[in-house]
């Protein structure tokens, strides 16, 4: 046998040996129970690497580490597909002792409102909001719309006669209803992908009205297109023209959060431990400085509540839904 | 062109170039090795490029491209072993030029052929494309739509073998697409109440396991076979001025029809060879030739089976529609890096569009260099023990396949394609059709529905918008062609 062959074999015997015996942490043989987290935390997201929900775990994770928040590392597990309900149904699995965590946000509440699967947010313990995002309702630039009011008028004096670009569903969908209801007109619906193929309808006039996240905007402007109104509960610094829905009278607010959840009946030391791990994460100036280049609102919300905000939502959007005659 | 030299600044920094060469390189390797082709090695690639930043990922991708399609004449030449299918009629002249002792003059004519045929056809991507897209723009739902099923029907027609199995391919790429949430409704379809199948189909899962381990299967039928020994030098490889002058019209024609052929929608490098290669047989004074050892058989099919590259790239960058099955996956290559393929890309994303034209050209010098300095080394690739290579690839297969989503259920799902694909192969299904069937539903269903839900379900747009209505025509006449020539011969022999 050669050195290297033997070696290989030590290697698996010890391996095969922490198979056997999981529970034989060498350090902390000794303890009753070892304080959390014992083993790195991963963080489930259930979208690709690089969009918003991934790139803020990201951040998160970062800052943890680099501050020693926690004395484990957190690791960022991206299982993308059927709508974010792979990742979510790994952590509803996953033993509720800290070390499975999923972040995610309120498209959440719209696959369950749409009946899409049965997720729901209380199958989850709530950890918290870590900031969010709203989007603005668009148009072209050269349009001769210059305000909400502008476009209220011409669809109640000429019903249907623009196009939204809208996936059935989807927040440009709800939302474009929500404000449709509360300000009694009508467009027609165009079906549309992403934010891209969204804007690619635009500036092609195959579409009137579009719907962007406001970082999406940001980035869009330039290329000819005007927000006539931001869905946010108050103005952000980066958009300080655009009059949100409430200003303008409108029942239609949508504030996208960062929600963290666990799974259901979680250990309530690991969640107070993680709640204020990300508390103190969106506290800092590198988040808020991150949150705010990206037209993102930095804030904390706790658990309870955000769970309580969470199903007022849902109730809202079941209503939709419902009138809507979307669901199954 | 501000943007064009942007690209070309930051293309040629150390880490784009690196990466470029690389890709131009395992093209060509892999382009060589009968049985694996460029659409593995970039299907293959695609889950590496993950952690890349986009334009770097592309700029590989693109290198690959390059390198796969040029690769295959290696073996064309040396074996009559097609590299690549895109070198099939590089067999029919270069192989008798290369059994009459001039293997050197044969290849360097390919090589050159290949060089040239790219440059001529970077000219019309670089010119073409940014006013194409433009145009492209004003394009909604119903061209989109229109454009997909010509590229469905145009590939399926032009396809060789029986137009009625390569529609049914089509047709079962596109109903592979069908699981998961319905595009127009919001709700889930066809996934039998397993939680696994509501994401759909993934791309990459269907595309390794149809292409790759498809051929792995059909490979390791024949794992004993090993090509006959060659012996090669570089003398007479570098072709003189009087050469390049002897040939231009050649090149020029050949590219045209490589460029034109890319362009169109679905059909790409094969057909462009054969094509060209016919043309120059029947505008040639000595046809009779062709098939022997002829040198201008040899530079029509290798200028034009470089320049599909190109052109094939120009409704890629320009609208999103692929040119052929490779940018099928290049497509799937953007939207993983979370790029929207589309008219838009030019405004949205200069630099990957610019990118992809930029890495082209250079591609294709890399390719003309690693060529001309090492086909003798590359050419000993081709003894490399089957058992080593296939059992390697198999493994990078599986890592790819569940790296992208974590999940063990997209390797049994790639699993399940490689032995349908094996299956499709076995009985003469042809796998391209079943690739843009695959990859291009989602985009004409998505349209479609789209356009009808704008006109309260009306199909009149079809008629009435002029590219729409250009777009249908086509799509009809190309399926119905065959059958008119079909009907055709039938009565001539009728009447004999």
């Known amino acids: 046998m050669t050195f290297f062959k033997s070696k290989l074999l030590i290697a698996a015997g010890a391996l095969m040996g922490l198979a056997i015996n999981p529970g034989a942490d060498l350090s902390k043989s000794g303890q009753a129970r070892a304080e959390f987290p014992t083993k790195p935390i991963k963080v489930y997201v259930g979208f690709k690497p690089g969009g918003r929900t991934d790139t803020v775990a990201r951040l998160v994770a970062k800052y943890v580490q680099e501050n020693n928040l926690l004395s484990q590392p957190m690791i960022i597990v991206n299982k993308p597909g059927a709508a974010a309900a792979n990742a979510a149904r790994d952590v509803l699995g996953a033993k509720p002792d800290g070390h499975s965590i999923l972040h995610w946000h309120h498209q959440l509440l719209i696959t369950n409102a749409m009946g899409v699967n049965k997720i729901h947010p209380q199958d989850f313990t709530s950890l918290g909001f870590l900031g969010g995002g709203s989007p603005v309702w668009t148009v072209r630039a050269d349009s001769g719309l210059n305000s909400l009011a502008d476009l209220v008028n011409k669809l109640k004096a000429e019903p249907e006669s623009l196009l939204e670009a ?34 690619a309808k635009l500036l092609g006039k195959n579409a009137d009205i579009a719907l962007f996240s406001a970082s999406e905007y940001l980035r869009f402007k330039p290329q000819g297109v005007k927000a006539l109104v931001f869905f946010g509960p108050n103005r952000i610094a980066s958009l300080p023209d655009v009059p949100t829905t409430t200003e303008l009278g409108y029942d239609a607010v949508w504030a996208n959060p960062n929600w963290w959840l666990g799974p259901k009946n979680m250990d309530k030391e690991a969640a ?8 103190q994460a969106i506290s800092s100036k590198e988040m808020i400085d991150y949150f705010n280049s990206k037209a993102l609102d930095p804030y904390w919300t706790d658990g309870e509540p955000a769970m309580e905000q969470s199903l007022k939502v849902l109730d809202k959007l079941k209503v939709i839904v419902k009138e809507q005659n979307l669901g199954k | 062109m501000e943007h064009l030299l942007n690209s070309f600044s930051l293309l040629l920094q150390p880490l784009p170039l690196a990466l470029l060469f690389i890709g131009v390189a395992s093209g060509i390797i892999i382009g060589a090795i009968p049985g694996l082709t460029a659409t593995m090695l970039i299907t293959l690639t695609l889950p590496l490029t993950f952690f890349m930043e986009s334009v770097n990922a592309i700029t590989m991708l693109v290198g690959m491209y390059v390198g796969g399609i040029s690769g295959g004449l290696i073996a064309a030449t040396l074996l009559r072993m097609p590299g690549t299918p895109a070198s099939i009629m590089t067999t029919f002249d270069g192989y008798p030029l290369s059994q009459q002792g001039h293997s050197a003059r044969a290849l360097g004519l390919g090589i050159t052929a290949s060089f040239i045929g790219g440059l001529i056809s970077w000219a019309f991507l670089a010119v073409l494309s940014p006013p194409l897209a433009n145009l492209a723009l004003t394009f909604g739902p119903w061209e989109y739509f229109t454009l997909v099923l010509m590229a469905l029907v145009m590939l399926a027609s032009l396809s060789q073998g029986s137009m009625i199995k390569a529609l049914m391919a089509a047709a079962l790429g596109m109903m592979v697409h069908l699981p998961g949430v319905d595009p127009s409704l919001g709700q889930m379809r066809l996934t039998f109440n397993l939680d696994n199948l509501e994401g759909g189909l993934s791309l990459l899962p269907v595309l390794i396991g149809a292409f790759a381990v498809s051929q792995i299967f059909k490979d390791i039928i024949v794992i004993d076979r090993e090509p006959p020994p060659v012996h090669l030098d570089r003398k007479g490889m570098v072709l003189s001025l009087a050469d390049i002058k002897k040939y231009a019209g050649n090149f020029f024609r050949s590219s045209c029809i490589g460029t034109w052929v890319g362009l169109l929608p679905g ?79 030019f405004t949205t994303n200069p630099e990957i569009a610019y990118g992809v034209i930029t890495a082209y050209l250079i591609g294709n010098i890399i390719m003309f260099g690693i060529m001309m300095f090492s086909v003798v080394h590359i050419a000993r690739m081709l003894y490399i023990p089957r058992a080593y290579l296939l059992a390697t690839i198999l493994l990078f297969c599986i890592i790819g396949v569940f790296a992208v989503a974590n999940r063990f259920f997209d390797v049994w799902i790639m699993l399940l394609f490689g032995v349908i694909g094996f299956i499709m192969e076995r009985t003469k299904m042809p796998l391209g059709p079943f690739v843009i069937g695959f990859v291009l539903s989602p985009i004409a269903e998505m349209q479609l529905r789209s356009g009808l839900m704008a006109t309260d379900g009306s199909l009149l747009p079809l008629f009435t918008r002029p590219f729409a209505a250009t777009f249908f025509a086509i799509s009809v006449l190309s399926l119905l062609w065959p059958l008119f020539i079909e009907w055709k011969n039938k009565n001539r022999a009728g009447r004999h």
Not at chain 1, 192 to 197: K, L
Not at chain 2, 268 to 290: C, D, H, R, W
């Open chain 1, 166 to 199: 809208i996936g059935i569903g989807t927040i440009p969908h709800l939302m474009g209803v929500q404000l449709a209801a509360a300000a009694g007109f009508k467009t027609r619906y165009i079906g549309s992908g992403g934010g891209a193929d969204r804007l």
């Open chain 1, 272 to 279: 107070a431990k993680l709640s204020s791990v990300l508390k």
């Open chain 2, 267 to 345: 059909i790409g490098a094969n057909i462009a060879a054969m094509l060209s290669y016919t043309t120059a047989k029947n505008v040639s004074k000595e046809p009779e030739k062709f098939g022997t050892g002829h040198e201008h058989g040899i530079v029509a099919a290798e200028t034009a089976n470089n320049a599909a590259v190109g052109g094939a790239l120009i409704p890629l960058i320009t609208m999103g529609i692929p040119g052929s099955v490779v940018d099928a996956i290049l497509i799937g290559a953007l939207i993983m890096h979370n790029l929207e393929p589309g008219p838009l890309l």
